[in-house]
Structures are given as C-alpha cells and as structure tokens.
C-alpha cells in the first residue's frame, strides 16, 4: 500500500503525518491516529514522494534507533 507524507489542519492546529494514498486529496477530511482525539483534520497539502508502507516502517525503525535515549544520558 503506497502512503503520502501530507499537511494537516485543523482550526489553528497544523501537523504532518503520513496517511494512506486513498485520503491523501487536498480538501479531505481525515482521522488521525494516535494522536488524534478525535477530531478530524483537513489535508492541506499532498507531498510528491510516496513510499510502500513496508519502507515507512523501516524508516521510523531506522530513525528512533538511531537516536539516544534521554534517558539514558541523565545524570
């Protein structure tokens, strides 16, 4: 399943998420999940670069270890 990188509005609220390709259409409202409490957000914009789902996995597994933990460095 291909997925979009896509704006979101809702009110004065704006962020970015990755959706499904059949709701990313400028003007569709959308659920958003987790962060959503459930409101709907408005796609504002579509980005050109659609992945496979399978790749937007690895690339967030990639991305958070590649980071450190907080944790982990507190002192």
Not at 54 to 64: F, G, S
Request: hydrophobic share 40%.
């Amino acid at each position: 399943m291909r997925v979009y990188q896509c704006r979101f509005r809702r009110g004065a609220e704006r962020t970015v998420a990755w959706i499904e390709a059949r709701g990313a259409k400028v003007g569709t409202w959308v659920h958003l999940e987790p962060q959503d409490d459930g409101g709907l957000w408005e796609v504002e914009a579509v980005f050109d670069a659609p992945l496979e789902d399978r790749a937007l996995k690895d690339m967030q597994r990639l991305n958070r270890n590649s980071l450190s933990s907080l944790m982990k460095n507190t002192v």
